[in-house]
């Protein structure tokens, strides 16, 4: 069956790190765009990150940037997303999901991807 799986969200303090994993199984990833988004308590869902399958286009979300890296091991089926410098305001449920895109462009339109997972948790605490 096909699935994305989140790992690697936790509690930290205000300037720690973290670094998200976003595994695939069930069908292969190299030619997916991947994003990653976030929903805040009593908050929408935003998209705050993706990358295409050549890894050739990065998107990043305003408030992250400087702070977030995404990147991509096709040959592990996997997407990360290093936070670094977490502020209070990143707390949330990160998400990733994985679709083909015409032109293989970034979207953030959470229900347009194909494939989403269940959601990491982050919260950022001191």
């Known amino acids: 069956q096909a699935q994305l799986v989140e790992s690697g969200g936790g509690l930290v303090h205000p300037g720690g790190s973290l670094r998200l994993s976003c595994v695939a199984s069930?069908?292969?990833?190299?030619?997916?765009?991947v994003g990653w988004f976030r929903q805040a308590p009593g908050k929408e869902r935003e998209g705050v990150s993706c990358i295409n399958s050549s890894a050739r286009e990065k998107w990043y979300t305003d408030s992250v940037k400087g702070r977030f890296t995404i990147s991509r091991d096709n040959a592990k089926k996997t997407v990360y997303l290093q936070i670094d410098n977490l502020k209070p305001e990143d707390t949330g449920v990160y998400y990733c999901?994985?679709?083909?895109?015409?032109?293989?462009?970034?979207?953030?339109?959470?229900?347009?991807?194909?494939?989403r997972g269940q959601g990491t948790q982050v919260t950022v605490s001191s």
């Open positions: 999901a994985a679709d083909i895109t015409p032109g293989d462009l970034c979207t953030v339109v959470f229900e347009r991807f194909d494939f």
């Open positions: 069930g069908f292969t990833l190299d030619w997916y765009v």
